[in-house]
């Protein structure tokens, strides 16, 4: 198998990497990149087999069939069983797994890093000849269904699915990743491997690799593994989602009522992505947040009340949830709108927007005594950016963030005209009836 180097160099970032840390990327000559960076002092090895393919790459009649095939892989192989697969990982004390995700499919491990050559054998082994066999469809078809009943039975879980249909309507961004039973149940083995062999190809394929090792040796076994593996010969598209604002009410017998409040925000590598940030980290991004002060501990009204960042390749979402009673609804959620209009025209007090810089930096720089941390921040960036962010960028790109960046990029992201509800819990609509955008008569 042959292979290009691209771009190999490596990375020092003023004490918080160690200068013998270093990333290096190269291309083999079907498509698929492999990046590693190098951190000597671990013991550890995580490597991502990272594909291109998520659940908005389905069609209406293919949804959750990603998530089914990250299931599917691990159920044998021409040379493996299962139990084979799980008995091999666990005698060297190592991890083996997988996530699906809307833009991307990860399959991963992690092990002492003498044992990557299994590591490496094991990963290529369940993508390259995993046998698919109709007995073993069936089987994970049930737990499948049981996942989407073990969700459906969480509902500060569940909420967040039905939000995003809500949110993006008929678009695959709104798709649950795991599919609805009813899809679910409609799939035939042959539709699955025709997904398979059509969406996980070389050129979509990034192999990510961190801890100790040593490059041209993770190049060598990925080639020598993966070498016959061809590019696709089709040309894939993503639209972009169009903005809608609605409000979706899901009446349920619960004891609480569960809601999300999102508005439009920016894509993955937006050049304000550092300011969003900040923003969300004040708004609702840990326990000194402005949400999470005022709702939970001021006034007791939710035990739960955070804020995060949905982002894509070419769209994203600021998103709000709570889980209140029926009673305390209606001031959870103004309190919410008041949060929104402070951030647009208050000044920042308290020194709360360098705590926010300080709390976001130092997540960051803990993250990096991880190598499973740091080998999913080599495929995301190379996801979004097709190359490395240093972390000396990044912390720069934060302490750059001011008071009026994020005044003004408050002002576009907190337009009522741009807000999507979800509601789910003990609520019948009584409140919504003449009020299709709710915050409208809330918001005085």
């Known amino acids: 198998m042959g292979f290009m180097k691209t771009n190999t160099h490596s990375l020092s970032e003023n004490g918080y990497v160690p200068e013998v840390s270093g990333y290096q990327k190269t291309i083999l000559s079907n498509g698929i990149r492999v990046i590693t960076e190098t951190i000597p002092f671990l013991k550890s090895v995580s490597i991502g087999l990272w594909v291109m393919t998520g659940s908005r790459d389905e069609q209406p009649d293919e949804n959750g069939i990603s998530h089914f095939i990250e299931h599917l892989l691990f159920k044998g192989t021409e040379r493996r069983t299962a139990f084979d697969i799980a008995k ?25 890093d003498k044992n990557l050559p299994l590591a490496i054998d094991l990963l290529s082994d369940i993508f390259l000849h995993s046998r698919m066999d109709e007995k073993d469809v069936e089987k994970e078809r049930m737990v499948i269904l049981q996942e989407i009943k073990m969700v459906e039975d969480t509902p500060d879980d569940y909420v967040h699915d039905l939000f995003n249909r809500t949110c993006w309507g008929n678009h695959p961004l709104g798709f649950p990743i795991c599919g609805t039973a009813n899809q679910i149940q409609s799939f035939r083995r042959d539709q699955i491997e025709h997904f398979f062999k059509t969406n996980y190809q070389a050129d979509r394929i990034i192999v990510c690799a961190a801890g100790n090792l040593e490059h041209q040796n993770v190049v060598n076994l990925i080639g020598e593994a993966f070498g016959q593996l061809t590019p696709s010969d089709q040309a894939r598209e993503r639209l972009k989602p169009p903005s809608i604002s609605a409000t979706h009410i899901s009446k349920r017998d619960l004891e609480q009522v569960h809601f999300c409040l999102g508005t439009h925000g920016l894509h993955y590598n937006h050049s304000l992505r550092f300011s969003s940030y900040v923003l969300n ?86 993250s990096l005594e991880s190598s499973d941390n740091l080998m999913t921040r080599l495929a995301k960036n190379e996801i979004y950016f097709q190359t490395y962010q240093t972390v000396e960028s990044i912390l720069k790109g934060i302490d750059e963030v001011s ?14 005209n741009y807000f999507c ?10 409140h919504f009836t003449n009020h299709p955008r709710p915050w409208s008569q809330w918001n005085k």
């Open 88 to 112: 091999e990982i666990d005698s060297v004390g190592g991890t083996l797994n997988a996530f699906t995700g809307r833009e991307y499919t990860c399959f991963y491990a992690k092990v002492i």
């Open 281 to 366: 980290t004040i708004l609702g991004g840990g326990m000194s947040s402005r949400l999470f002060q005022e709702i939970r501990e001021n006034r007791g009204l939710a035990y739960s009340v955070y804020s995060y960042l949905p982002t894509y390749i070419d769209t994203g979402l600021v998103v709000v949830y709570a889980g209140t009673d029926e009673k305390s609804f209606e001031e959870t959620f103004q309190l919410i709108l008041s949060e929104f209009n402070r951030l647009k025209g208050e000044p920042f007090k308290d020194g709360e927007l360098n705590i926010a810089k300080e709390q976001l930096k130092g997540n960051l720089l803990l």
């Open 403 to 416: 008071e009026e960046t994020l005044k003004t990029l408050a002002s576009h992201i907190f337009d009522e």
């Open 421 to 430: 509800l979800t509601v789910l819990g003990p609520m019948d609509g009584k």
